[in-house]
């Protein structure tokens, strides 16, 4: 099928989700499988190299970065952005672009309402806009696509920040050389937050060269409860990559001199990858003792979906025991089969490896992959027979959050995101900051409705939400909690409520499958 008639159809099919006949009859027929497929979007990479036997290398965690100084109100850090190379598949030396040399970057760990300064240096070939992904952040340090930062010893160059899409008029911005200071108040609950690239138009490829890092805060409320922490709290970051024979993971950019955004045509539903790799890893193995473990697990997958399942599963299920979501803690426990995320979802869940023998090797697997793509990690239990006393558990209750009130929602607001003859769309316009897409209002609460054609993780910046249905039902399983990335499903209508605080100005939301986002899915709020 010639993708012009992809289009078309892709057409057809949004207007009858437009026309409000938001059925699953549309989600489960044939036209929407055959152009996004159910469970993944997006065209795989083929690696030209053989794929990595899973689980022979050791799960690396990420360092976590120490302030270059500290005073009574604030942390400081440092991180020079740079190329560097590193061994992913055994004897392949892997070109990078990283946060201090290595990816996933260093993790930053902050205290609530502790202020945290991160000073960017840019020694990248390209400017980069670094965004804290889940920061409630003032907009001039949150990555506003435009807030360019070109590398050392280069001019900033304000036409090429604003050409980045093609009929874009003038893209806002404060454009910086050198360095720049990102200040994050950090007045939020412990949650576990990512930083990113968030470059207008070149996100996809930034972040799949290496852009990315977790940056996790801490809280009283959380530090009081009785849950696995220091060398039981890891990290998981999930992302899926390819690699042509030297090593290199080929980005199918329409454009290598990074003037004009986008993938060639045919990835413009996503870039996959055939090989796993967790904390930068392919497919890594644990070492486990008989005892729980809290798993951050992050998708920062460019556009890949997983829905992950312990292999086997502990005796009498519900291994994946979700305590927290995007946004920190829920406030109950939620224990699962498997759990699905897509790009920039995070999941906290709690496994308890006591409830299996000994010596087990458990898989985490994602079952909407196959082969390679299946295999994201193992954990190796230890073999010894003596029973451990786990000092660590989830209580029943661990937060307690406001729960928003539809009632009181002084705007509803829909959106819909679709397909559209050069690229993805909002409500029928491509990204374009002359026009935001909406004007909330400082401390009110609103009502958002998604509707989309095929799968959106849709993402706010700013400020967490609350999902309030499906498609004419409640919330989903995976819907739990404080959000700021919801993963709509092929031809699905979902609302949210959500307030935004304390900061006003220009922010954006997006959908957060890269290659749609740089390909225009994409609109500025203006909060006053
Ligand atoms: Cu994780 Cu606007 O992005
Ligand atoms: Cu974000
Ligand atoms: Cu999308």
């Known amino acids: 099928m010639s993708p012009r008639l992809h289009r078309r159809r892709f057409l057809t099919l949004t207007a009858v989700v437009a026309g409000g006949a938001v059925t699953s009859s549309v989600a489960g027929c044939g036209i929407v499988r055959e152009l996004g497929g159910n469970d993944e979007p997006g065209l795989v990479i083929r690696s030209a190299v053989p794929l990595p ?3 022979q290398v050791p799960l690396p965690v990420p360092q976590i970065l120490k302030p270059v100084r500290t005073d009574g109100t604030t942390d400081y850090y440092e991180i020079t952005q740079r190329t560097a190379t590193a061994e992913i598949l055994p004897g392949l030396r892997t070109p990078l672009w990283t946060y201090n040399g290595t990816f996933p970057g260093p993790t930053l760990v902050s205290r609530a309402g502790r202020r945290t300064v991160v000073r960017h240096t840019n020694r990248l070939p390209q400017p980069v806009v670094v965004h804290l992904h889940g920061g409630h952040t003032p907009h001039d340090s949150d990555g506003y696509p435009g807030d360019l930062l070109f590398p050392v010893g280069t001019q900033a160059d304000q036409a090429a920040a604003q050409s980045a899409m093609p009929g874009m008029a003038a893209m806002p911005g404060t454009v910086l050389v050198g360095s720049r200071d990102y200040v994050y108040p950090l007045d939020q609950r412990a949650a576990t937050l990512w930083y990113h690239d968030h470059r207008m138009g070149f996100t996809g490829e930034t972040v799949w060269r290496g852009l990315a890092g977790f940056h996790i805060v801490q809280d009283d409320e959380e530090q009081a409860l009785p849950l696995p922490r220091g060398d039981r709290d890891i990290p998981i970051m999930i992302t899926d990559r390819s690699f042509d024979a030297n090593g290199a993971m080929p980005y199918p950019a329409v454009d290598d001199s990074f003037h004009t955004p986008g993938v060639t045509e045919q990835y413009m539903n996503g870039v996959l990858g055939d090989v796993i790799l967790v904390n930068g890893a392919p497919s890594p193995v644990a ?17 890949r979906r997983y829905r992950l399942v ?19 803690l829920l406030d109950r426990p939620h224990a699962h089969d498997a759990i699905e995320l897509a790009s920039a979802e995070r999941f906290d869940v709690v496994i308890d490896f006591a409830r299996y023998p000994a010596g087990t090797r458990v898989r985490l697997r994602n079952t909407l992959g196959t082969g390679s793509t299946a295999e994201v990690m193992a954990f190796d239990i230890d073999s010894s027979k003596t029973a451990l006393a786990d000092d660590c558990r989830i209580p029943d209750q661990l937060s307690k959050s406001e729960t928003f009130d539809k009632a009181g929602a002084a705007v509803t607001r829909t959106f819909l995101f679709q397909n559209a003859e050069n690229g993805w769309t909002i409500n029928g316009q491509m990204y374009d900051p002359a026009h935001p897409l909406a004007t909330p209002r400082l401390g009110r609460l609103e009502r958002w409705r998604f509707v989309t054609d095929l799968h959106h993780p849709i993402h706010l910046h700013l400020d967490h939400f609350q999902v309030l249905g499906r498609n004419g039902d409640g919330p989903g399983i995976y819907d739990a909690g404080w959000k700021d990335t919801i993963d709509l499903k092929p031809a699905e209508a979902a609302e949210i409520l959500v307030r935004f605080t304390d900061h006003p100005g220009r922010y954006v939301f997006h959908c957060h499958n890269l290659e749609h986002e740089d390909m225009a899915m994409m609109g500025d709020f203006v909060v006053h």
Do not use: F, M, T, W
Not at 287 to 303: I, P
Not at 311 to 317: E, K, L, V
């Open 310 to 328: 312990l292999d086997p599963p502990p005796p009498g299920g519900n291994g994946l025991v979700q305590i927290g979501s995007d946004g920190g």
């Open 53 to 55: 036997k899973p689980y």
């Open 287 to 303: 070492k486990v003792s008989r005892l729980r473990y809290r798993l951050r697990v992050l998708n920062a997958s460019n556009a």
